[in-house]
Structure formats: structure tokens, C-alpha cells
């Protein structure tokens, strides 16, 4: 992750903006697990805590926990990066497979009308590999708790960032926590900004948009079945425009540069058998070396939601 380059601005939530509020770090220097923290205003005239007789380890000593990757910060302290609506305005991007995750619930409509079947779905922004999903029957935030863990431990890789919007299981108790043990920087869409979660949001449209995508699911089960078909196709069979016109299996595993070349071969060969078919040498689309979330080149702020 990389801070802002562009100078301060007084909007809400727009480029390098910063709450007019304190921010405190929570650190713990006990073993215990904190407490949640209270906002309340501390009396100035209140006496102090009497000293610790035990030695409290002191900063970059092995015992010393750390603010952002201690297992002891509550999730109703204020946290030590900055507030959601700040995280997302900041300059975000994936260098890397599994970098940056971003991760949202579309519904599909069940059976009969009233009854729906809710797919979980955690994508690696910068492959557009789909790392994790799950079918429910219903919205969680346990049950995405556990999806986000489960994804992390098969792949043995913990990311930088994990994007969502601002759902309520997004948002939830239990999934920030789990974040918050791992290490991992939460970033939130702006409030009431739609396209903020741009990734998930085009996957479920291409999700959707399959000719083979039914109009009802006839149980849960089917949904499952139907899901785990679409998303082997879309992982290693689908050729994203996005990647260079490759697989996200092949970016996210390392293949695609071997790939390009065996397309440039291909060009080249076609090019010297029959030049006048070609207005110009082809060459294969470039692989991108980054993967935004509000690229400051193109940012614009946008027009917020109305009621």
C-alpha cells in the first residue's frame, strides 16, 4: 500500500482528507485479550493509575505487540490506519498476486419468489482470480468470517488489504476482528458511493450475463453446483480483457508472461507469411503491472446517491 500524493482536501472522504476527530492507537501491553474501549471524556481532575510493578516491554522488543498486527485490538477501538471512508480515497493497488482482496455477497433467486440464495465471492483484484466463494442460503457474518479465513489458510498467503463495501456483514464485529488478528488493512467504499467496489461488481455482472445463468435456482444445492461450474470456467477458461485477454488462473499462477511470448511467436509467423493482411506488426496486449481501487490519474469524486 502506498500513501497519498496528492494534496489535502476539506471534502468528506475525497483525496488525502482526514477526520477532524482525534485518532488513537489502541495498543495493548498485556497478554489479556483488551476490553472495548469506552469514548466516553475522561475527567481532567481524575487521579492516574498507579504504576505497574512488572516491566512493560518497550517498543521493537520481541514482547512488544504491534498496533496494526497485535491480536489484541478490539474492533471498537478506533484503529491505527485511517477511518474506512479515508482508507478507500487513498491511492490502493495490487503490484501482485494476492495483494489485495476484495470480496461481496450478490443474491440469486430461489425457487419460488421471496426465496434467495446469497454466493460470497473473494477475488485477488490484481489476476481477477476468484481466491474464494460459498453458496448460503442466508447472509453471515460468521459465515463470511469463516470464508475469509479458509480462503487465507488453503493459500497460506496472508494479503495487504481485504476492499468491501459497507454491507453489514462487511462491516460486522467478527470479520473485522478476524482482519484485525491477521495483520491485514480494512478498506471500506465511500459512504453512499455505488461504484466503490468495482471488481466484485463487475464479476457478478459477468456472472450474471452467462447465457446458461438461470432464472431461478431450483435448490440451494443447484446453486452450489451451478457456481462451482461457473467459476472453474471463469478461473482457468475465461480470457479476461482487463488481464491482456489471459485466463486469471494465468496471472494469478505466473503463466501469462510465458503465454504473451507464445502469442508474440504466433504474430510474428502470421505477419511474415502474409504482411498485407496486417495494417501493422501485431503484437499481443501488454500484461498490466498494477490493479487500482481509485487510480489517482483517473479519479474523479462522484456525485453522491441521492435518497
Not at 257 to 277: I, K
Amino acid at each position: 500500500m502506498r500513501p497519498p500524493t496528492a494534496g489535502r482536501s476539506n471534502t468528506p472522504c475525497g483525496p488525502g482528507w482526514r477526520a477532524p476527530w482525534p485518532r488513537h492507537r489502541a495498543v495493548a501491553t498485556s497478554t489479556e485479550p483488551a476490553t472495548a474501549h469506552s469514548h466516553a471524556p475522561t475527567s481532567s481532575t481524575s487521579s492516574p493509575p498507579p504504576p505497574s510493578t512488572s516491566s512493560a516491554p518497550t517498543p521493537g522488543s520481541p514482547e512488544f505487540p504491534s498496533p496494526v498486527r497485535g491480536p489484541h485490538v478490539s474492533p471498537d477501538s478506533t484503529p491505527p490506519w485511517p477511518p474506512p471512508c479515508e482508507l478507500a480515497s487513498r491511492v490502493d493497488h495490487g503490484e501482485t498476486s494476492s495483494q489485495v482482496f476484495t470480496w461481496d455477497i450478490t443474491k440469486a433467486a430461489g425457487p419460488v419468489k421471496g426465496i434467495w440464495y446469497h454466493a460470497y465471492v473473494i477475488i485477488d483484484i490484481f489476476s481477477r482470480y476468484i481466491v474464494g466463494h460459498t453458496v448460503e442460503a442466508t447472509e453471515s457474518a460468521a459465515r463470511a468470517e469463516e470464508l475469509i479465513r479458509e480462503t487465507i489458510t488453503r493459500k497460506g498467503i496472508v494479503p495487504e488489504t481485504v476492499h468491501a463495501d459497507r454491507g453489514t456483514s462487511m462491516t460486522s464485529r467478527k470479520v473485522s476482528q478476524l482482519l484485525i488478528d491477521l495483520g491485514v488493512a480494512r478498506s471500506h467504499s465511500r459512504p453512499k458511493v455505488s461504484n466503490d467496489n468495482p471488481y466484485s461488481e463487475a464479476q457478478f455482472k459477468t456472472t450474471k450475463y452467462m447465457s446458461d445463468y438461470p432464472e431461478r435456482f431450483e435448490s440451494l444445492a443447484h446453486a452450489r453446483e451451478w457456481f462451482d461450474a461457473f467459476i472453474a470456467y471463469y478461473n482457468h477458461e475465461h480470457r479476461h480483457s482487463g488481464i491482456g485477454w489471459h485466463t486469471p488462473a494465468s496471472v494469478h499462477f505466473g503463466t501469462a508472461e510465458e503465454v504473451r511470448d507464445q502469442r508474440t511467436v504466433t504474430l510474428a509467423e502470421a505477419y511474415a507469411r502474409h504482411p498485407e493482411r496486417f495494417g501493422r506488426r501485431p503484437r499481443p496486449p501488454e500484461i498490466p503491472q498494477k490493479a487500482w481501487i481509485n487510480d489517482p490519474a483517473k479519479r474523479r469524486e462522484p456525485a453522491p446517491q441521492t435518497s
